[in-house]
């Protein structure tokens, strides 16, 4: 009993992360993309925390400018930014003098700018920028504003004394060149601190990355902690790739320990192609509802047409829109796709229905993936 709800906590755990898009990498929820901030800001700039004066329900922030990313501050010059205090922010300005990091900035007035914050929605000003120390750093005299921002970044990531630093917003910038973060990403793997190679792979993951995925294995070997598995874990249930060999490396994953089982299996069901079939098919064995569960889902969103699930199609609600035209569909496919609590009430019932639907198809299935 007690596996099995652990099982079920992981589980639930990663149908949030895959389909209502939390960022991967621990980092808060709704996390902006850091290309469309890096455009909208005015001025970024690698700043420190001089004072805070509240006003009401306006903060504002004295900044000591260390480096400019974007725009023409100079160093130490002093900014004044303000903060708007919404009603569900009680402020949080206690104790942020003398924090840094990468602040985003739109101007107000020649001499007053406004804090664009890193994170959507209500939140507090201590989580509105991208907390960092600073410490020497020099970027090519060419450098664009991106190529600063990746290297400040990545300098948080690959400083021991602030392991999680960076690590909080690097999937942020996945609106950015594929080809430009996979290179950070390999740079990140080639560190010999497990955390800071951590981040390399689930970035890389993140970007659909096949080597990466093939290269995880269980985690264990590459001396990853339980928090840092647990942050791949996200990458690994976002994963759509659906080559054969990653759909192996995935399938393998789905009979090891968790969290990588939880995650691969996540993977397996949005996927659903011909080739995870087979696996999907050995999970109505499976030793728990919830495993049982994902491969009737699984298979059913395959036989019913169903797209590959992704986040953009979830958003949309597409990934539901079965296609009639494909031969395995029919109305006793579509009776036997059911929900979890449906299935529960009667597992058998369905996890009968799919093995027969298996047995009498996968020759077929088999011979055409």
Request: with cysteine; aromatic share 8%; glycine share 8%.
């Amino acid at each position: 009993m007690k596996s099995r709800n652990v099982f079920l906590r992981v589980f639930c755990l990663l149908l949030v992360f895959v389909f209502l898009g939390l960022p991967g990498f621990g980092y808060p929820v709704g996390g902006k993309p850091l290309g469309r901030l890096l455009s909208e800001a005015d001025e970024v700039v690698v700043a420190k925390v001089q004072s805070v004066v509240r006003s009401g329900d306006v903060i504002d922030v004295a900044l000591l400018i260390a480096r400019s990313i974007k725009g023409d501050a100079q160093i130490n010059a002093t900014f004044i930014a303000s903060w708007s205090v919404s009603s569900n922010d009680l402020g949080n300005e206690t104790g942020l003098a003398g924090k840094s990091g990468i602040f985003f900035l739109k101007k107000k007035t020649e001499v007053a700018w406004k804090i664009l914050p890193v994170l959507n929605g209500s939140i507090p000003l201590d989580i509105s920028f991208i907390n960092l120390p600073i410490k020497p750093l020099s970027c090519a005299a060419n450098a664009t504003p991106l190529d600063k921002l990746i290297e400040e970044i990545v300098s948080g990531i690959v400083d021991p004394s602030t392991p999680r630093a960076g690590e909080m917003f690097l999937a942020a910038l996945g609106d950015i060149d594929p080809v430009r973060l996979k290179a950070v990403g390999n740079g990140l793997l080639n560190s010999s601190i497990p955390s800071v190679k951590a981040i390399g792979l689930g970035l890389l993951l993140d970007k659909g990355d096949r080597s990466a995925l093939l290269g995880l294995g269980n985690g264990r070997e590459m001396g990853l902690s339980s928090e840092q598995m647990s942050t791949l874990a996200r990458s690994v249930a976002r994963y759509r790739d659906s080559d054969a060999a990653a759909i192996q490396s995935l399938g393998t994953m789905a009979g090891g320990a968790e969290p990588l089982r939880s995650a691969a299996v996540a993977a397996l069901r949005a996927i659903h192609t011909r080739k995870a079939l087979p696996f999907l098919a050995e999970l109505l064995n499976g030793n728990s509802s919830e495993l049982r569960y994902a491969a009737v889902a699984g298979i059913a969103s395959f036989a019913n047409g169903l797209p590959v699930q992704t986040l953009e199609n979830y958003t949309s609600m597409a990934f539901a829109s079965s296609n009639p035209a494909v031969v395995y569909a029919n109305e006793e496919t579509r009776l036997h796709f059911p929900t979890v609590d449906t299935f529960l009430q009667d597992e058998q019932k369905y996890i009968s229905f799919w093995k027969n639907w298996w047995a009498v198809n996968k020759a077929e299935i088999e011979a055409n993936k």
